[in-house]
T-cell receptor, first 115, second 115 residues
Framework: AQKVTQAQTEISVVEKEDVTLDCVYE???????LFWYKQPPSGELVFLIR??????QNEISGRYSWNFQKSTSSFNFTITASQVVDSAVYFC????????????FGSGTRLQVQP | GAGVSQTPSNKVTEKGKYVELRCDPI?????LYWYRQSLGQGPEFLIY????????DSGLPNDRFFAVRPEGSVSTLKIQRTERGDSAVYLC?????????????FGPGTRLTVL
């Protein structure tokens, strides 16, 4: 079985602060894919990034960066200089090549960025 | 281009009634997924289609739930004899190919309330 844990239920920061959202996963597969999605108040899930299990290179996209570490089974997401528009629920998810081809989501982290 | 659309956006029904929820995926996407999201939780897998056939329906909670995709495009999720516990947001997603690698694009969801 596979599992994704997002231990932080809710985080509140003040605008311009940096914030890191944690994600820990469990899987027995050697090939798998990790995703982050954003769910703003409007409700529609928006894809942010995908990482495959063989690529541990960190990625940066503007103010967003992702740190994938297989040794600790973690795929953490950092927002630098947070903005009010970053307020949303963020989900980490896992998919694998064998068996069910559907995403297993964590329970999400609600980020509130105060002006 | 057009994203995934779902209708209705909201559905209120009484316990015991039958409901149908519709999903229109992105044109050309062969894979279609249904998820259910309860308040404060991440989406949970229900069923996915590869073309017209249900490739995996192991997430359907019981035999009151059924889904079809007769022409390999639009899908309908059908719930018989609704119960209060069925209240949730039902999300549809599509991807270009039914592989774990491909990102899934989500619709805005249908909020189902069973009174």
């Amino acid at each position: 079985a596979q599992k994704v844990t997002q231990a932080q239920t809710e985080i509140s920061v003040v605008e311009k602060e940096d914030v890191t959202l944690d994600c820990v996963y469990e899987t027995r597969d050697t090939t798998y894919y990790l995703f982050w999605y954003k769910q703003p108040p409007s409700g529609e899930l928006v894809f942010l990034i995908r990482r495959n299990s063989f690529d541990e290179q960190n990625e940066i996209s503007g103010r967003y960066s992702w740190n994938f570490q297989k040794s600790t089974s973690s795929f953490n997401f950092t927002i630098t200089a947070s903005q009010v528009v970053d307020s949303a629920v963020y989900f980490c998810a896992l998919n694998k090549d064998t068996g069910r081809r559907a995403l297993t989501f964590g329970s999400g982290t609600r980020l509130q960025v105060q002006p | 281009g057009a994203g995934v659309s779902q209708t209705p956006s909201n559905k209120v029904t009484e316990k015991g009634k039958y409901v149908e929820l519709r999903c229109d995926p992105i044109s050309g996407h062969t894979a279609l997924y249904w998820y259910r999201q309860s308040l404060g939780q991440g989406p949970e897998f229900l069923i996915y289609f590869q073309g017209t056939g249900a490739a995996d329906d192991s997430g359907l909670p019981n035999d009151r739930f059924f889904a079809v995709r007769p022409e390999g495009s639009v899908s309908t999720l059908k719930i018989q004899r609704t119960e209060r516990g069925d209240s949730a947001v039902y999300l549809c997603a599509s991807s270009q190919q039914p592989t774990a690698y491909n990102e899934q694009f989500f619709g805005p969801g249908t909020r189902l309330t069973v009174l």
